[in-house]
């Protein structure tokens, strides 16, 4: 999912870019927490309470030091049970649902609420029957500071993509008879309400494009689930004209794809430096771990490292391939050591006397030198350890392989020599390359020609499942599926915004 946008939108006349997960930043702690600033100053410090999706998307976008900045002393989880601090106003920011309210009135009904003033922000829209259950609460309603939708219900994961976070999206949609399941219909609907939750954030009205179903004998319930997902989205947008500033007419495009556009993508190897990381290293989501000399002098110690994009350098090589990447590094690591002032000092092995001026120079540089330095050695140790994954597991070759199987250009011969010559390749790779090659060649796999192939790879039932699956996405045919040359993969110079899904 990407996303390209000025703060103010299309519409608006402020053209400056902002970083996606900056705009969420900045909505969250300005115009949801900055917002509960008065001149008071007993009510300078603040609770917080959210829920465990509301938490999530703080979190995602903020950091506790960036949430104390704006005077929260302290955050609360909603279901724990809390101490009262009657003296103290609180937030909420929480999803606008049956039981997050009725734990909202029972904080701040009675005669002894837990808080003095309750500052309440839903993350999507909330049901006019909620909102009147609140109302008819007469010793609430004067404790109530804020009630607002602040519409943020996503998950930015860096600059410029965010998710919707339903691991269980796949098998509640897609599965066998998923229709009949009354999860069917609450998953498209949190899908689609969250989404939607993205382009009230950015104030943008999207034209809503879709593939649509094709009238066929043999379509399923699966096919509409496109175009039910852009209608529930399309719905959902449509009621957010009532927000001040918020367009009334289209200003972007959102396309809804599936995954049929491209099966292969998830399963071949990536060789963008970003991919390799996630693919090759042993990573918890962005944390990287490192050893660090112990300063008393001991064994190394471990220092985690967030690979996010307050890393320029990261920033900058993410997206290159590999190859790419390591030969910047190599580039950048010479050129720092022979301009920067401090790096020179450290190469210097004369002995001879340094000027005033000089030694004034280098000390101005050493903190710069220190914090630059250790990004490029940490991204050098990070790429020398791909490169050395590269090579002891033979991507290489796999890789082109894996190529070569997609555009048609390699077929059994190839796959069956690669699985003889590596016999004691990594059991994954031998799967995704199987993956790939049964989704190409589905009539491959008919018959015992796919189950010997799998034996020679030496694949576990299950594993031999999770190919005789992918074939059967693929569907079965009597010709390889080889791009169409007439197909051009360049876009119109239209500046018009497009949200990929």
């Given amino acids: 999912m990407s996303f390209s946008d000025s703060e103010s939108g299309s519409h608006g006349g402020n053209k400056e870019y902002k970083f996606f997960r900056d705009f969420t930043r900045d909505r969250l702690l300005h115009e949801m927490l900055g917002s509960t600033k008065t001149d008071d100053p007993r009510s300078a410090w603040k609770v917080l309470i959210m829920d465990k999706v509301t938490v999530k998307v703080m979190s995602h976008s903020c950091k506790m030091s960036d949430i104390t900045d704006q005077g929260i002393s302290l955050v609360e989880d909603l279901f724990r049970r809390r101490e009262p601090l009657p003296s103290m106003d609180a937030i909420y920011f929480i999803q606008p649902s049956k039981e997050n309210i009725v734990m909202f009135l029972s904080d701040m009904s009675g005669r002894e609420p837990l808080y003095n003033k309750a500052y309440v922000f839903f993350s999507s829209s909330a049901p006019k029957q909620l ?56 998953s498209l609907t949190l899908m689609a309400t969250r989404l939607a939750t993205v382009f009230a954030s950015l104030k943008e009205f999207p034209f809503v494009r879709y593939r649509a179903a094709k009238p066929s004998e043999e379509s399923t319930f699966r096919d509409s689930i496109p175009s039910k997902l852009a209608a529930g989205v399309w719905h959902m947008v449509s009621q957010y004209k009532s927000i001040p500033n918020f367009p009334q007419r289209e200003t972007c495009e959102l396309l809804i794809l599936d995954r049929n556009v491209d099966h292969i993508a998830p399963v071949i190897h990536e060789w963008t430096y970003d991919a390799m990381c996630h693919d090759l290293l042993e990573m918890d989501g962005n944390k990287y771990v490192i050893e660090v000399p112990s300063k008393s002098g001991g064994p190394p110690q471990e220092k985690e490292v967030l690979l996010e994009d307050n890393d320029p350098v990261w920033l900058e090589l993410r997206h290159v391939h590999i190859a790419d990447a390591s030969e910047r590094l190599y580039e950048k690591m010479t050129t720092f050591a022979s301009k920067n002032k401090a790096a020179q ?58 190529q070569d199987l997609v555009f048609g250009d390699a077929g059994a011969k190839e796959v069956i020599s690669y699985l003889r010559t590596n016999k004691e390749d990594d059991p994954e790779n031998k799967l995704r390359m199987l993956m790939i090659y049964a989704f190409v060649y589905p009539e491959k796999f008919e018959g015992d020609k796919g189950t010997k192939l799998m034996q020679l790879a030496k694949l576990s039932e299950k594993e031999m499942q999770v190919v005789k699956n992918m074939q059967m996405l693929a569907g079965s045919s009597a010709a390889p599926k080889k791009p169409k040359n007439n197909f051009s993969l360049k876009f119109d110079n239209a500046k018009v915004r497009t949200y990929l899904i």
């Fill in 345 to 402: 000092m450290q190469q210097h092995k004369d002995g001879g006397e340094i000027s005033t001026r000089e030694l004034q120079k280098i000390v101005q540089a050493l903190p710069k030198y220190n914090e630059i330095m250790e990004k490029l050695q940490l991204h050098v140790e990070i790429a020398g350890k791909i490169n050395l994954q590269i090579r002891d597991m033979g991507l290489r070759d796999l890789g082109q392989l894996e």
């Fill in 131 to 186: 909102i009147n259950h609140i109302k008819s609460d007469v010793s609430v309603l004067p404790r109530i500071g804020a009630f607002r939708e602040m519409n943020l219900e996503y998950f930015p994961i860096d600059s410029q993509a965010f998710m919707t976070d339903q691991d269980g999206a796949l098998r509640e949609l897609y599965g066998v008879e998923a229709d009949k399941s009354r999860r069917f219909e609450a």
